[in-house]
DNA sequence: ATCGGTTACTGTACCGATACAGACGACAGA
DNA sequence: TCTGTCGTCTGTATCGGTACAGTAACCGAT
């Protein structure tokens, strides 16, 4: 008697016909007869057979059905971040359409010797917003994966899909600038330092977005010739804007304007000015990015840069199969940069600098 | 020259070692010395070997390190939805730690032959809120997976994870019973018909859940001899709670009081009660469910029925890998039932009914 | 010198499918 | 009757690893 597991040749077996027919059967349907197909069917569903092993169906196919997104460190991030969420929702519909799964893989080695992006089998990955040094790209690389960068410096042979966060931040920088704003705070995230002030920043960030964004504002920035303040913070929720808030305000010279690398940040400096007794936008005008859904239902609406996630998301999905496409059948299309705009969004946490009576201020003449 | 992929064998011929060796200098580092294994990656470096092939290895060594999560139809539900999120979040953390990752599976059909949960390498899954007779969760149970099944018509043999939605909902509609209320709308989801008024559902939910909460609502409108008006939509977000609410309220005889199958579909209808001039909770009282982000930060502040989602994702994950350690080691541990609790949050979206002077229409005096 | 116990490595036997090139009978056309 | 083609089904050769048992060398203890 067979203990073992049951398996193309169990059913092979029972119905009298060769492995391979049986493989057909579930794999191929025109290659057989519809009756015996049938007959096949029957007999696999009364032995309990699960259909094809799928890790077998991969190592001889060369394919699994699953699509990876390689995230910052933690997974949970993914719905947590309510940003995050609506651009992976995008890409979970328009690949879940191709009958393609989405595997979440985290870039932080957890166990030693476990390494999802190594050891996970996948058709084609996502690297969505990773630190570009990160091994577990490497990893991915050395896979020869059909891969797509989303929020990642662009490499050449790569398609990559980025906001024009530059412009973007750029942007946001000169709207507080040309409200009369000179005292100008920074509040982002990931400049590797521990979380609190920073020198000016060269370079520091660990994520392209981050050192985009801060290119931008500081583009702007330096055009005026101010000097921002600049607070870094490990994580861009509420929480931490709360943190540098508070840091914020409690110098001698508190900015009258703050520049946020994302809208929960700016929602926690907000509610922190505003449970400090200051007004938003009087006291102090704050602008976030990436419009979500967050940004609209703040009080004051908040004045942030917009990027369409849901078109970055369907943009990030079409590409990869492309690339996917091409790998293929082997063809050798060229790797695309797609660049989507990011457009500021003037709403109600921004305002034209006011003139406090207070004596440390710079007193400037209008 | 070999023109092939560079696999286990090619690394063990350049270093003169065999294969075996190789592959031990990857997955177990104590089987050779330091030296030499420091050899064989720095020649499976040069030659640009990617490691073990991930779909070889799981066919050879049964185990991918992907866990699945069976999800409603449409995959971007996982990201959209808040109080899906927030579970999923919490389950990608656990599972996080322990190095799987995690793959979100649809359990629709897209594609004839593509089904998900029969193809995808898996080494155990989720079943979250699916109806109870989809083909996926047999394809998974054929596939012999470790499972875990949440939101779900608990199955002997397999653990479970629910929360007390019945008690939860009895409780909700008690509330607004003690609170004096005789005409009272049930708004929820997915009871098979297209969408629109239905007549008192017996058991026609095709989600366990949806079931347990009109069983619990019916439960104690029953002991008050109430018979509810009942609205079912296809989905559970704010939109639908809105178009429910249109159907409600033009009745010739609305509700003063609304049960609804979440905080979204509640917080639908409060807009659209509000938007017609009417005063929650004075003219209408709404309870919603979940106790989700939302319901704390709505104008009133939604009566709800809290459940911890968080605790339960972490049950999920829990129990998941304990299921997956039983067949890893073939003991025979006894599969549970977990029970989570559903406490009713009372909060400003409920009130004393109020007698009202007019008939049909709302006049208020202000 | 013998022996038990390590350490370091190797050989063989799978894991469970799919690809691809036939084989074979039936049937249409010449 | 012979031949070409089509529709079905089969055999063999991988796919790229890991498990496990075994061997050889080495080392300290008796």
Redesign the pocket.
């Known amino acids: 008697m067979s203990d073992?597991?049951v398996?193309?040749?169990t059913v092979?077996d029972h119905v009298?016909?060769?492995?391979?027919?049986v493989?057909?059967a579930?794999?191929?349907p025109?290659?057989?007869?519809?009756?015996?197909?049938e007959r096949i069917l029957a007999a696999a569903e009364d032995l309990g057979y699960a259909?094809?092993?799928p890790?077998?169906?991969a190592?001889?196919?060369?394919t699994t059905g699953a699509v990876g997104i390689l995230l910052t460190d933690s997974l949970e991030y993914a719905f947590t971040d309510e940003v995050a969420a609506l651009f992976l929702g995008a890409i979970a519909q328009e690949l879940g359409a191709s009958g393609l799964s989405l595997t979440l893989l985290s870039s932080s080695v957890t166990t030693p010797d476990v390494l999802p992006a190594r050891d996970v089998p996948l058709d084609a990955a996502l690297v969505y917003s990773c630190e570009d040094d990160s091994p577990a790209i490497d990893w991915l690389r050395r896979r020869h994966l059909p891969l797509v960068y989303v929020d990642q410096t662009p490499v050449s042979g790569i398609t990559s899909v980025n906001i024009d966060d530059r412009a973007g931040a750029r942007a946001a920088a000169q709207h507080v600038v040309d409200l009369g704003h000179r005292r100008i705070g920074i509040v982002t995230s990931n400049f590797g330092v521990p979380a609190g002030l920073i020198d000016r920043p060269a370079d520091r960030a660990t994520g392209h977005v981050g050192r985009q964004r801060m290119l931008g504002w500081l583009e702007a920035l330096d055009a005026a010739a101010i000097d921002p303040v600049v607070v870094s913070e490990q994580l861009s929720g509420e929480a931490t804007g709360r943190h540098a808030a508070e840091l914020l305000l409690d110098l001698p010279e508190p900015p009258t304007a703050v520049l946020c690398f994302s809208d929960a940040m700016a929602y926690g400096v907000v509610e922190t000015a505003i449970e400090r007794g200051l007004s938003v936008p009087d006291d102090l005008s704050v602008v976030g990015y990436d419009d979500s859904p967050l940004a609209a239902r703040m009080r004051p609406s908040l004045t942030t840069v917009r990027q369409d996630v849901i078109a970055k998301g369907r943009a990030a999905a079409t590409e990869l199969r492309t690339a996917m496409d091409r790998a293929r059948t082997g063809s050798a299309g060229r790797a695309k940069r797609i660049r989507l705009a990011a457009d500021l969004l003037v709403r109600d946490s921004t305002g034209p600098l006011r003139h406090r009576a207070a004596v440390d201020g710079p007193a400037r003449t209008r």
């Open positions: 073992r597991r398996t193309l040749q092979a009298g016909v060769s492995r391979m027919t493989s057909n579930f794999s191929r025109d290659q057989l007869s519809a009756e015996l197909r259909g094809p092993d890790a077998a169906r190592l001889a196919k060369g």
